[in-house]
Structures are given as structure tokens and as C-alpha cells.
């Protein structure tokens, strides 16, 4: 069983910066496939990023490709989200998402463990 922790959300000012982290525990993560979703509220959880197990592939969100980046430390069981350039539209409930593959999925479905989900509200 993997316990999933996200933390590193706020309140920033279009243009502004964030980093979020998502701490995993209870298992290694370093065989899985990790990502990051987010759901605004009213809306339905949409895919952010995602990170292959030893880090050579990345895939981003139309959306956020260019301004965020993902990274992971599987040393230290970390995931790291960096957002730049935040838009009010990025506001939403950020969650750190796990899953027992190789393959990258870009729907939350396929996704084993989830994270209780960190808030970024980015003000215009």
C-alpha cells in the first residue's frame, strides 16, 4: 500500500511560481509510474503530468506544456511539480497520483494511489 502526500500549494499571483511535492510512504515508488491531476472546482480531474519510473519519459497537458515541469527522486520517494508562469485558470486541487505500470496513462482511472490533493488558487 502507497500513502501519497501532496503539499507545496497556495495562493500566488498570475505570473508567479509554485512547487509542489507529493511525499509517498508505506512502498517504493520507483517502479511506478507517477503524475499529477487536477480538478477545478465543477469540473471533472484532468490529467497535468506524468513521469515514467526511471524519469526518461515525461508528458504534459497541452495546457501547462512549456510552464511546468515534472521531476521525480526516487531515492527519496519524492515527485516534484514546479509550476511557472501560473494562471488563474491553473487554479484547482492538485493531486499526486501513482500507478503499478511502465505505461504512462493520461486518464485518473488506471491510477492506483492517490494523495488527499494540495489547493492552488492563482489570482489575476
Known amino acids: 500500500q502507497v500513502q501519497l502526500v501532496e503539499s507545496g500549494g497556495g495562493l500566488v499571483q498570475a505570473g508567479g511560481s509554485l512547487r509542489l511535492s507529493c511525499a509517498a510512504s508505506?512502498?517504493?515508488?520507483?517502479?511506478?509510474?507517477m503524475a499529477w491531476f487536477r480538478q477545478a472546482e465543477g469540473k471533472e480531474r484532468e490529467f497535468v503530468a506524468a513521469i515514467s519510473w526511471n524519469s526518461d519519459r515525461t508528458y504534459y497537458a497541452e495546457s501547462v506544456n512549456g510552464r511546468f515541469t515534472i521531476s521525480r527522486d526516487n531515492a527519496k520517494n519524492t515527485v516534484l511539480l514546479q509550476m511557472n508562469t501560473l494562471k488563474p485558470e491553473d487554479t484547482a486541487v492538485y493531486y499526486c497520483a501513482a500507478r503499478d505500470n511502465i505505461n504512462i496513462n493520461i486518464l485518473p482511472d488506471p491510477y492506483d494511489y492517490w494523495g488527499q490533493g494540495t489547493q492552488v488558487t492563482v489570482s489575476s
Open positions: 508505506g512502498h517504493t515508488i520507483s517502479a511506478y509510474v
